[in-house]
T-cell receptor, first 112, second 113 residues
C-alpha cells in the first residue's frame, strides 16, 4: 500500500562526490513533493520542495520532478560528511487532505 | 524557527500498559500530526488534527487514540500498549495545507516490553 517508494535503500559516496536519490509515487493525485533530511537523534527537517516539472536548485542540492512518470529525484553535489543522514521523499495531494505521505527513506553515508 | 516540543524523550512500559505521548507547538499552526518511524517503513501517519477538538484518522490508527485539547497541544494515547507499538514517534505541525513544510519535534522513543 506504500504510495511513495524510494531507492536505493542505502548509499555510500566519498567526500566531494555526487549523491543521488530516487522516489516514485503510485498515486497520480500527488502534486506536491518534498525532500526531508534526518540526522541521527533528531527529527526530520525539510530540505526542499518541488511542485513543478523540471529542476529546482538550491545551493548544492538539485531536485527534479517529472509528474508524467510520477518520479522525483534529489542530487547532492560536493557531498560532505555532514550530509550523512536519512533522506525521505514525501508527497501530498493538491490542496487536499493535508496528509503528507513519506517514503521508506535512503540512508546516505559520506566518507571523508 | 518553528518549535515543536515532545515529551517524554524516552518511555518504557509493559504490555497492556497505558501511555500518553505529549506534543506542544508554539507556532500558531493549525495542523498537527503524529507519525511513527520504523526501519523499512519510513514515517507512517497515525492521526492528525486541523485544530482544537478536531481529529482525523491517519494510515495506521489501530491501537492509538489522539486528542487535540488546544491549538498548541496534541496527545497520542496508547491504552493497551503492545510490543508492536515499540517505535520512534514524531509529532509535527504545519500552518496550512498543501504547500507548506512540516516542522517535527525531536521524537519519543517508546519501548513496550
Amino acid at each position: 500500500q506504500q504510495k511513495v517508494q524510494q531507492s536505493p535503500e542505502s548509499l555510500s559516496v566519498p567526500e566531494g562526490g555526487m549523491a543521488s536519490f530516487n522516489c516514485t509515487s503510485s498515486d497520480r493525485n500527488f502534486q506536491y513533493f518534498w525532500w526531508y533530511r534526518q540526522h541521527s537523534g533528531e527529527g526530520p527537517k525539510a530540505l526542499m520542495s518541488i511542485f513543478s516539472d523540471g529542476d529546482k536548485k538550491e545551493g548544492r542540492f538539485t531536485a527534479h520532478l517529472n509528474k508524467a512518470s510520477l518520479h522525483v529525484s534529489l542530487h547532492i553535489r560536493d557531498s560532505q560528511p555532514s550530509d550523512s543522514a536519512l533522506y525521505f521523499c514525501a508527497a501530498s495531494e493538491q490542496g487536499g487532505s493535508a496528509k503528507l505521505i513519506f517514503g521508506e527513506g535512503t540512508k546516505l553515508t559520506v566518507s571523508s | 524557527e518553528a518549535a515543536v516540543t515532545q515529551s517524554p524523550r524516552n518511555k518504557v512500559t509493559v504490555t497492556g500498559g497505558n501511555v500518553t505521548l505529549s506534543c506542544r507547538q508554539t507556532n500558531s499552526h493549525n495542523y498537527m500530526y503524529w507519525y511513527r518511524q520504523d526501519t523499512g517503513h519510513g514515517l507512517r501517519l497515525i492521526h492528525y488534527s486541523y485544530g482544537a477538538g478536531n481529529l482525523q484518522i491517519g494510515d495506521v490508527p489501530d491501537g492509538y487514540k489522539a486528542t487535540r485539547t488546544t491549538q498548541e497541544d496534541f496527545f497520542l494515547l496508547l491504552e493497551l500498549a503492545s510490543p508492536s507499538q515499540t517505535s520512534l514517534y514524531f509529532c509535527a505541525s504545519v500552518g496550512g495545507r498543501g504547500a507548506e513544510t512540516l516542522y517535527f519535534g525531536s521524537g519519543t522513543r517508546l519501548t513496550v516490553l
